[in-house]
């Protein structure tokens, strides 16, 4: 093998194991990447999990649960106020008490939506933090409208919204 062949052949194994340096890198932040999306979205999960339960368990009527808070005849029963049911503002009113959301985010009340803003839930063990927002809007204010949104640039498209609707709301007259 002459110097010209060698030269070639180093230089091709030097590129070689140089674009192979590059995917290893690229596959491990991908892979690390993964990891946080896997902690963004079960932190999304267990928190809408615990909002769902207080919406559920709202305006329930007390006497019907056994003590680990399950219904006695399999079936729960509500019994939410005569004016929540005529002014149509059963998420608004949710919101607005602070029993049931435990006083957790910054509550504010336009005229348009009622809100309750939280921005300290934890993301596992990244250090990153979730801004929860709760609202209703004034067009139907029987509706519960959450999003989630990470405070984080580095994650794009990490947000969340759903909708909710009120259990107590089938027990208006």
């Not at 602070?98 to 957790?104: L, S, T």
């Not at 009622?114 to 921005?119: A, P």
């Not at 839930?121 to 959450?146: A, F, H």
């Not at 984080?152 to 009120?166: C, F, P, R, Y």
Request: include cysteine; proline fraction near 4%; charge should be negative.
């Amino acid at each position: 093998m002459n110097l010209t062949e060698s030269l070639v052949s180093s230089f091709l194994l030097t590129l070689l194991a140089s674009q192979s340096g590059r995917v290893f890198t690229h596959a491990t932040k991908a892979l690390g990447d993964t990891n946080v999306r896997d902690q963004v979205a079960l932190s999304i999960s267990r928190d809408l999990e615990q909002v769902h339960n207080t919406v559920n368990r709202w305006q329930v009527v007390k006497e019907n649960l056994d003590p680990n808070g399950l219904p006695l005849n399999g079936e729960m029963a509500y019994q939410p106020s005569p004016s929540m049911c005529e002014n149509n503002t059963l998420a608004a009113n949710l919101i607005l008490n602070g029993d049931a959301m435990g006083d957790a985010g910054t509550l504010t009340q336009g005229e348009t939506t009622t809100q309750r803003i939280d921005n300290a839930i934890p993301v596992g063990t990244t250090g990153m933090t979730l801004t929860r927002t709760i609202s209703s809007d004034v067009t139907n204010e029987n509706l519960l409208k959450v999003h989630y949104a990470l405070n984080a640039s580095s994650l794009k498209h990490s947000g969340q919204s759903t909708t909710l609707d009120m259990p107590a709301q089938a027990w208006c007259p």
